[in-house]
């Protein structure tokens, strides 16, 4: 049975910055839910991990449409597509906060606002994204210049 947790400290309680864009696909999807949960089932209630997995699958599966791939069967056991054509490999809900990490990134946060919108208990973990992110940044300007000096 799905359960809401307590916040392991007081430092997991905090406000996240949202894209303009996504809050007014957000407001409207609030306006049209009678659930106190963001994602519920059909009752209003917490997802099982079933129900959130086919939801997940669902997502995955309009993406994979989306950039070319083709639909297919699903292993029973495992749920992996076993036929169709995969556009997008390793891709899980967790990608997204990867994503919204390089966002911020990108977009100029400071490393330490970073560390607090991320929820990071070391500054270490936060550096070691900006670290990675700055090596891929590094090795993109190098390839640009090598294509511009031909």
Do not use: C
């Amino acid at each position: 049975m799905p359960y809401v947790k307590e916040p392991k400290t007081y430092h997991s309680i905090r406000k996240i910055p949202i894209p303009d864009i996504l809050k007014q696909i957000l407001i409207e999807y609030v306006k049209n839910t009678t659930s106190f949960h963001l994602f519920a089932n059909s009752y209003g209630e917490l997802m099982t991990e079933s129900q959130f997995r086919k939801l997940w699958r669902g997502i995955h599966d309009k993406i994979n449409i989306a950039l070319g791939g083709v639909p297919g069967k699903r292993d029973r056991k495992t749920g992996r597509m076993v036929d169709g054509i995969n556009a997008i490999q390793g891709l899980t809900p967790h990608t997204f906060r990867h994503n919204y990490a390089t966002m911020l990134y990108y977009a100029g946060i400071d490393v330490k606002e970073a560390k607090r919108i991320l929820g990071h208990s070391d500054i270490k973990t936060t550096l070691e994204i900006y670290t990675h992110l700055d090596k891929e940044k590094s090795g993109a300007a190098n390839k640009l210049n090598k294509f511009i000096a031909i």
